[in-house]
């Protein structure tokens, strides 16, 4: 009785302390939404209005009001859903290629792809910029998509997936006189579409939030996406508080959209191909 005391007692002690982290890592998020609408002249009150009095539109409907802000949003959204959807075919198909095909360098090619995801963004740009430069595509939409499709994360995550699909499923197909593309194609892509899936909302994500390539790479307004385009804004109005915490809750929405809509995947991102 005693034992199962403490171990209630600790339940209660863990639930607390999770609640209390949890409380903490939501409190940015809710004073964004909070100055967002709150009235410019009350956002440098001290102490601060926890709930904001007489709530306001106003910054947002300034947001809306400088229409390059919706190029921004379609910039963004183009930019994310193609390296989305090219990104979850490249990376699958050398997924497979890695896991179930066997030719000569295979396990050395799989350990360049993981060390290459120990080397900084940052120490990639330089080269990279230079690479793109030279093959005139700067301020382009293929400058933005074509250096994120081939991901070594994705290439990582597809890959310990395909490990775990049964090999003897892959030799059926074949003696049913199926060939690679579509074995690849009806066998292993719906085999797939739970690590495909969270591939898709992991890259989306990390494209839609994607700030320093997009800042050096494009050069006229018209081509920025929308966290790039939003720092033009910052250097605009600096002290605006609460008009740059509209634009912030404007493009942090689709985020928290995909994250409620899709929070089960992120869960098995976490697991999928430990569990064999």
Known sequence: MK???????????????????????FIPLYWMV???????????????DVIPKNPTLQNFKDLFERSIIFR???NSFIVAGTVTIAQIFVCAMAGYSLAKKRFPGSKA???????SMMIPTQVTLVPLYILISKMGMVDTYQALILPAIAAPFGVFLMRQFMVSVPTEIIEAARIDGAGEFRTFIEIIVPISKPAMAVLGIFTFMGQWNSFLWPLIVTNTTQMRTLQAGLSLLQEQVPMQY???????????IPMIIVFLAFQKYFLKGITVGAIK
């Open 109 to 115: 090619l799989f350990s360049i792809y993981i060390a």
């Open 72 to 74: 921004w949003t379609l």
């Open 3 to 25: 034992a199962k005391t403490k171990t209630n007692i600790k339940k209660a002690i863990s639930l607390l302390i999770l609640a209390i982290l949890a409380s903490l890592a």
């Open 34 to 48: 909070a100055t967002a609408f709150t009235r410019p002249s009350l956002t440098m009150k001290f102490p601060p």
């Open 242 to 252: 609460s008009y740059l915490m509209a634009s912030a809750t404007y493009s942090a």
